[in-house]
């Protein structure tokens, strides 16, 4: 989440920064929660979800509900976003890339279009597909994401998971960054944080989302 | 209500509106229409001094947090308490029931640097709004 920040808040004119999360430390599994939800129904959402755990639960910059991250395909991605604001038109473009991106590896997706039956906020982020998420052909969710906006870039945190595919999660990462790159006209290659990100995200991993203040805020 | 057409708008789409020496701060009509459905709306701390420019609250949409920075410098003097019962009011009445705050400015014409309602909607036919 820190490094999401600070890769967010140093981002370059024009650039796109695709990053991909390893689950380590005490747990090889967590949980991530939106950035408006109560604290109290993340952390009974990651209880059920893994009883007797002790996970990891922290809360994103982004918006959107709880994500379990237990052997899914955890990446961020930071982009230009100037205008216009459309959420939806963004959300599109992503998952449009990641459904390409599978497509070139002869792996079948779909853009749900259903419209939403309200606009209450799912607890979990997986419960159903919302508009513009990748499901398989039965409707079965299988690519989520949440967003932020910041001075005209955006970031996107996804969570792609890699039941019903009979793919390794190695195969469907390179889906998601061959589809990316096609989509925003990129490429990507392998960087490690400049000095200044890295101290950066160090001090928000420190002061803010390791801390009761930022993740039980509400 | 405060017209449209009195308010001075920020490049990131907040309008500040002067009343005597306060001012009330909201999300223009347009920025509104393209973030969609607001579901939440979190709102500085009254008494907080803020500087123009500043990210002083948040905004969700669609699974989609927007930061939102306050047009000028000054204190927050009052928030408006009913968007977190009701963050819909920022699409239904981005110029009215949906204010943000209310601040005291603390620098003399700052706001007179902003856009005019004319120019902001010369701005939103630029590619780069």
């Keep these: 989440m820190a490094l999401d920040e600070a890769v967010l808040e140093s981002a370059e004119p024009g650039g796109c920064y695709l990053r991909r ?4 430390g ?8 939106g950035y408006f939800q109560p604290w109290a129904c993340a952390e009974s959402a990651a209880r059920r979800r893994f009883p007797g755990a002790d996970v990891p639960v922290v809360r994103r910059p982004t918006g959107g509900g709880v994500v379990f991250h237990d052997g899914d395909v955890t990446f961020s991605f930071v982009f230009p976003w100037p205008a216009p604001l459309t959420p939806g038109l963004v959300y599109r473009n992503i998952h449009l890339g990641v459904h390409a991106g599978l497509k070139m590896l002869g ?6 279009a259903e419209p939403r039956p309200d606009k209450t906020l799912r607890v979990e982020c997986f419960s159903a597909p919302e508009p513009m998420d990748l ?9 989520g994401g949440a967003l932020r906006r910041r001075r005209g870039v955006g970031l996107y945190q996804g969570s792609l998971r890699p039941e019903g595919f009979g793919a390794q999660p190695e195969m469907l990462w390179r889906a998601v960054e061959e589809g990316l790159a096609l989509q925003w006209r990129t490429k990507f290659s392998p960087a490690k944080p400049r000095p200044c ?4 995200a ?10 009761k203040e930022w993740n039980r805020k509400r | 209500m405060t017209n449209p057409e009195s308010c001075r708008y920020a490049k990131s789409h907040e309008w500040v509106c002067l009343e005597g ?15 969609t459905d607001v579901v939440f709306v979190e709102l500085p701390k009254v008494g907080r001094k ?3 420019g500043e990210a002083v609250a948040v905004v969700e949409s669609v699974k989609a947090a927007f930061d939102f920075y306050a047009p000028v410098s000054g204190e927050v003097c009052a928030v408006n308490e009913e968007l977190s019962s009701n963050p819909a009011l920022v699409n239904q009445s981005p110029h009215d029931k949906g204010w943000f705050f209310k601040l005291k400015p603390s620098v003399p014409g700052e706001a007179r640097q902003l856009m005019d309602h004319a120019a902001y909607q010369e701005f939103l036919k630029t590619a780069a709004h």
Aim: proline share 2%; glycine share 8%; net charge neutral.
């Design chain 1, 21 to 24: 999360y390893c689950w380590a």
């Design chain 1, 26 to 33: 005490r747990s090889p599994h967590g949980a991530t929660f």
């Design chain 1, 107 to 112: 792996l079948a997706s779909r853009l749900w």
């Design chain 1, 135 to 143: 499901t398989h052909e039965d409707g079965a969710k299988f690519l």
């Design chain 1, 197 to 200: 990100v890295a101290a950066e």
């Design chain 1, 202 to 211: 160090r001090r928000l991993d420190v002061e803010r989302y390791r801390t």
């Design chain 2, 21 to 35: 020496d306060g001012a009330v701060v909201g999300l223009s009509d347009h920025a509104q229409k393209e973030i």
């Design chain 2, 50 to 52: 803020v500087g123009q």
